[in-house]
């Protein structure tokens, strides 16, 4: 993130896309992202087994 002032907003945002528990998440400030972004987020999933 640019600005870690907007994490509170990246969790609300986030709850309404999960529902808890919430995934396991770390924040960490940057002086810029690449286009000018605000934001990089980085996602691990578990795919249940289809066996």
Known sequence: MTDLSQFATVNEIMS?????PYPARAAVQVSALPRASQIEIDGVMEVPSTH
């Open 16 to 20: 309404q896309y999960f529902v808890e």
